[in-house]
């Protein structure tokens, strides 16, 4: 079913019908769309009609100026076809209004008293009926008649050109509409999802605060007074408070995401249509346009642009320790640590640093079996274009990623043959790792089985998974 002409679609049918009108003398013109058609009958509502009293004519009028092209008495049919240009459906005469009605994109108007079709409505000898077809479906119709000589062919192909012309406008138009329809409903659900995401948040921010508070008052009690006789639930609750925090952070973070695709993306994107259906041919590049850049993956989990600087490793990888154990804990899993100290410092962002090993270090222990072992290995050097380059190596000796799925692993939402399996996931920890790991100006390797990395043993019932972060040495160390 096709949506209801819009404004502009019929403003292109006026200026079609009066190319025939001017050029080719037609006296009469009609435009048909179909509408409400079922089954594989179509029915022909009228558009735009040249002259406009021909959308208010009686029926008896218009049937007999029909049959009188149809060539009824002489046994032969005038209304035809260009072959095989009308699809496979039974076309209904033109549901045309009785007298008075009123046609659903003219307003209904007296006809022209001079008008010759008034005078003798069967008065044309050569009516052309051409069909709006566009990839086999029938979207409406074009009539035209004169009276005063019949159709050259050269005229008759020039007709079918404007119906040509206007099936594709229709089409244009349908897809627009469509097109608009489609982002109304996904500004309203859109709207829908922001109220959402605000109530869960803010119900979300209450337990949290709840938590980091419960964090702080267990640091307390639990705050050792002789450092050689520290309670081991210590660093537990420090891990509550560290955590309670980071998720904090994140949550501003989701919070400056809604705000800002609310109220900058859908008003800037309505303002450059705008700005460019008015002045442009071709659409701004958001250069050009003046208009704010989308914000990078990085600066979203960062709350802020990467701040590159030198961090020695093991004040970046102790914190991510204690979480790292007592999950592996839960799950009955060994996590070994070889990160030798006094290691030289890296260029790196700290917090981006350490989103990506979080998301390597929360993979291997997801998809490490109870009895398993996950390694963090550091101390690993190279160098590539006269950089020197270290490493911190992640392995496990899980089932290991299947040769097919490495060349799609770092690709947003892939998740390859997890995808099918129980173990859930959203195939985005990979993808943020690396991004955040190349603004860093490093590369993050993938080796499985992890024995290819030269770093770990593997079998064949576990070949395990390596990842090995890279980043560039700093020149110094820092204290």
Known sequence: MLMPASPEFIAICRAQIAVLTQGLGAALSVVYLTEGG???????TPVVAYPEGVASWEREQILAFLAKGRGVGDGQSRWQFPSGSLPEATLRSPQLPAAGARSPQESASTPDPHSPLLDNPLAYPQPVMMPLVHEGVMMGLLVTARADRPWMTVETAQIER???????????DQRAQWAEHDLRQQRRLQAYQNEAFDDLLHQFRNPLTALRTFGKL????????????ADPNYSAAEGIVRESDRLQDLLRRFEEVIDWGEADLINHTVEAQSRWEGTQSEPPSTQQSGLPALPSASKILTGTQLMLAPYPYQALVEPLLDSARAIAQDRQITLQVNIPPSLPPVIADRKALQEVWSNLIDNALKYTPAGGTVTLIGGIHQEHNHVPLQGLCIVDNGPGIPASDLPQLFQRHYRGVQAHGEIPGTGLGLAIARDLVQQMNGEIQVFSPASQSGLAEASADHPGTAFIVWLPEAEHDVA
């Open 218 to 229: 267990l640091i307390k009690r639990l705050r050792p007074t002789d450092p050689q006789q």
């Open 162 to 172: 404007v119906a040509r012309t206007l099936a594709m406008a229709c089409v244009l």
């Open 38 to 44: 079922s089954g594989e009958e179509l029915d022909l």
